[in-house]
């Protein structure tokens, strides 16, 4: 069993810049992909950024160029680098992982990939 735990969340002004950090228990973590979502009040889970265990990264349209994933096997975490923040990325944030590993480039975007997810970390942007 994965656990896994999102910080790093909270209030920014429109504009601004945070950083959610994940932090997971499975010692093979660098073995794994890892995935990002968010939901917004009222809306379905929507996928936000994916890193393979090999590094290679895929992100929503919305994110593209504003949102960085990465990650640090060393320390088992993977991180979230938000700018440029905009009213509408206002949502509770999952860190999530697959139940499975892939290949070097395997950038799950589907909810269904994945298996083990976080309690979440509410990221709140104002106008």
């Known amino acids: 069993q994965v656990q896994l735990v999102e910080s790093g969340g909270g209030l920014v002004q429109a504009g601004g810049s945070l950083r959610l950090s994940c932090g997971a228990s499975?010692?093979?973590?660098?073995?794994?992909?890892m995935g990002w979502f968010r939901q917004a009040p009222g809306k379905e889970r929507e996928f936000v950024a994916a890193?393979?265990?090999?590094?290679?990264?895929y992100y929503a349209d919305s994110v593209k160029g504003r949102f960085t994933i990465s990650r640090d096997n060393a320390k088992n975490t993977v991180y979230l680098q938000m700018n440029s923040l905009k009213p509408e990325d206002t949502a509770v944030y999952y860190c999530?992982?697959?139940?499975?590993?892939?290949?070097?480039?395997?950038?799950?975007?589907?909810?269904?990939?994945?298996?083990?997810w976080g309690q979440g970390t509410q990221v709140t942007v104002s106008s």
């Open positions: 999530a992982a697959p139940g499975h590993t892939g290949t070097h480039y395997y950038t799950p975007a589907r909810k269904g990939e994945y298996d083990y």
């Open positions: 499975e010692r093979t973590f660098s073995s794994y992909a």
């Open positions: 890193i393979s265990s090999g590094g290679s990264t």
